[in-house]
């Protein structure tokens, strides 16, 4: 008998090389989206200590992948959003990336506190970077509107 569970959505683009060269912003949200890394007051995000070790891995990722930057990044009370720019010459793709980076993370706090996967879109144009990153920049503003309040 076949069960009759919805059919998920893939979600990344079949075929394409994500060790390749580009900008990809990345979504990551909590379990349940629980608020756990921190609290917004006054249009600023006061880190909890589950936080201040996401940030701390968001930093470190530069430092253990080559050829990887962050381009801008936000921590949230139940998710973070980052850009990450991906250089002609590297060893690891996007899944790898942030695979480890969440496993650190987890290792670090103890339990895991993340959702099943991620969200990736690939920036192809200059105008869609510069919108996705003035979004990131204004996510804590825009907190009480985001889909993931």
Same mark, same amino acid.
């Given at each position: ?19 390749? $060269? ?17 609290? #917004?007051?006054?249009? $600023? &995000?006061?880190? @909890?200590? =589950?936080?201040?070790?996401? $940030?701390?891995?968001? =930093? ?7 050829? &990887? ?6 921590? *949230?009370?139940?998710? &973070?959003? *980052? #850009?990450? @720019?991906? %250089? ?8 790898? #990336? ?5 496993? @650190?993370?987890?290792? $670090? ?7 099943? @996967? ?7 144009? =200059? ?6 990153? =003035? ?10 509107? %985001?889909?993931?309040?």
């Amino acid at each position: 008998m076949k069960d009759n569970f919805p059919i998920r959505k893939k979600l990344r683009l079949e075929y394409y090389d994500y060790s390749k $060269q580009g900008l990809y912003f990345i979504t990551i949200c909590i379990k349940n989206r629980r608020k756990i890394l921190g609290k #917004i007051n006054n249009n $600023q &995000i006061e880190l @909890s200590k =589950e936080g201040i070790v996401v $940030q701390n891995y968001i =930093e470190y990722i530069v430092k253990k992948y080559r050829n &990887i930057k962050i381009d801008e990044y936000i921590v *949230m009370p139940n998710h &973070i959003h *980052m #850009i990450i @720019s991906m %250089d002609n010459e590297n060893y690891a793709n996007l899944s790898r #990336i942030i695979k480890q980076y969440k496993g @650190s993370v987890t290792k $670090q706090i103890g339990h895991s506190i993340w959702q099943k @996967s991620y969200y990736e879109h690939i920036i192809r144009y =200059e105008k869609e970077y510069y919108n996705i990153k =003035e979004y990131i920049q204004n996510n804590i503003v825009n907190w009480k509107h %985001d889909k993931y309040f």
